[in-house]
Antibody, heavy 115, light 112 residues
Framework: QVKLQQSGAELVKPGASVKLSCKTS????????MSWFKQIPGQSIEWIGM????????GYNQKFKGKATLTVDTSSSTAYMDLSSLTTEDSAVYFCARGTGFDYWGQGVMVTVSS | DVVMTQTPVSLSVSLGGQVSISCRSS???????????LSWYLQKPGQSPQLLIY???NRFSGISDRFSGSGSGTDFTLKISRVEPDDLGVYYC?????????FGSGTKLEIK
């Protein structure tokens, strides 16, 4: 069955960067898209961007350009998202979800930015 | 960006009852290819969102026929019949027609 397993919670200092992972199984990763989302607890969902694992092509929400960088490793069927120059406003839960229809989601990872 | 407006913000329903959630988009969600990319998701407490409905009215695999989606253009509705305890959570509509992809602010379903 399709599974998306995200890395564990992160506590990072302001100004630092963090790399989140989303390891997949149960489907053909190399010909699929992966999207990433941000959700501040109690608030709605924001789409950060999308990557096509076949060629690494990406598309970003303008709001997150310069903040998020999406990459993939097809050898391990894993998608990554780098978040840079973190501020307290980046504290949130981040999700990965498969494809363009978001039919399967990772469990989410809490990123806390605090000194 | 396409703004998705959901109503109501919250609703309370008795078990076995029926509810409707409205979602309106600020622009038509009909894609150039003729498809309308409007989906519905349920986020249960402490969990990630799960896909219920895609392209307005198509139930995702394993989703009960108690959930139904309808609408066109800019107005869409999710109906839940014979509400069960496991239906509680926050329901989101989301559009995949125009980038950036956007979501409604959510409707919280509580069981009386």
């Amino acid at each position: 069955q399709v599974k998306l397993q995200q890395s564990g919670a992160e506590l990072v200092k302001p100004g630092a960067s963090v790399k989140l992972s989303c390891k997949t199984s149960g489907y053909t990763f190399s010909t699929s898209y992966m999207s990433w989302f941000k959700q501040i607890p109690g608030q709605s969902i924001e789409w950060i961007g999308m990557i096509y694992a076949g060629d690494g092509g990406t598309g970003y929400n303008q709001k997150f350009k310069g903040k998020a960088t999406l990459t993939v490793d097809t050898s391990s069927s894993t998608a990554y998202m780098d978040l840079s120059s973190l501020t307290t406003e980046d504290s949130a839960v981040y999700f990965c979800a498969r494809g363009t229809g978001f039919d399967y989601w990772g469990q989410g990872v809490m990123v806390t930015v605090s000194s | 960006d396409v703004v998705m407006t959901q109503t109501p913000v919250s609703l309370s329903v008795s078990l076995g009852g029926q509810v409707s959630i409205s979602c309106r988009s600020s622009q038509s969600l009909v894609h150039n290819n003729g498809n309308t990319y409007l989906s519905w998701y349920l986020q249960k407490p402490g969990q990630s969102p799960q896909l219920l409905i895609y392209k307005v009215s198509n139930r995702f695999s394993g989703i009960s026929d108690r959930f139904s989606g309808s609408g066109s253009g800019t107005d869409f509705t999710l109906k839940i019949s014979r509400v069960e305890p496991d239906d509680l959570g926050v329901y989101y509509c989301g559009q995949g027609t125009q980038y950036p992809l956007t979501f409604g602010s959510g409707t919280k379903l509580e069981i009386k």
